[in-house]
């Protein structure tokens, strides 16, 4: 990730006022805000945070439950501290946080941004609220960064979200191979060789800036 993504990124985890707005093709249906260092004594919402993620354990390669200690040092250690990672939490138009989605640079590329911990935590608000976020995230990235592509990985089993990903333009470049494994009924899962097989895989998606836009109108089917 570049070096003016990462001041970006610090500078937005210290402004309490940004958001990004949420539109459908028509009106405005929520908006995203990025959490910030003073959301640490954020009881409620730590609480929010590990509760999504155990709702949502079987996305993550490491299926630990989460704690909320352990959730509130994941924030400040892993998203607030970490220059090259933000979290946002997205909510409806009436307030209410419904998930969260995150910027990052796994893969530690010069050029590319990653958008991860894609989250549905609360079944509200309005149907695609997910994708939409998303996209207002995704044309973010492209118009104030240098970034022209983004890209995710996800479970190749997962075809919700991979149908969510290719309505978004994403597309499939590469998939790695993942060995299963259960320690005293806890799952991970660890990369293979790019050359061995697997039943399960992590699929590698990209976004290209033109395709992007491109699909603009492609809002009203969200």
Request: net charge negative.
């Amino acid at each position: 990730m570049q070096q003016d993504i990462q001041e970006l990124i610090y500078k937005i985890k210290l402004d309490k006022d940004f958001k990004i707005l949420v539109h459908d093709y028509q009106n405005e249906v929520g908006y995203i805000k990025p959490i910030l260092y003073s959301d640490l004594d954020n009881d409620n919402l730590i609480e929010k945070l590990k509760t999504w993620r155990n709702s949502n354990i079987s996305a993550y390669l490491d299926q630990t439950p989460a704690t909320f200690e352990g959730t509130r040092r994941w924030l400040e250690n892993n998203v607030l501290n970490n220059k090259s990672k933000i979290l946002f939490l997205v909510y409806t138009h009436q307030n209410q946080p419904i998930g969260h989605i995150g910027l990052a640079d796994g893969l530690s590329t010069e050029s590319l941004v990653e958008i991860d911990n894609i989250v549905r935590g609360v079944k509200v608000g309005q149907k695609g609220s997910t994708s939409l976020a998303l996209f207002e995230l995704i044309s973010w990235v492209f118009l104030f960064t240098s970034t022209s592509r983004v890209y995710l990985r996800v479970f190749s089993d997962n075809h919700r979200a991979i149908s969510v990903y290719e309505n978004l333009r994403f597309t499939h470049k590469d998939k790695q191979p993942l060995r299963k494994s259960i320690d005293e009924g806890i799952i991970k899962y660890e990369f293979l060789k790019s050359d061995e097989s697997s039943d399960l895989y992590f699929s590698y998606m990209e976004l290209e800036r033109n395709d992007h836009f491109n699909n603009y109108e492609n809002l009203k089917n969200f």
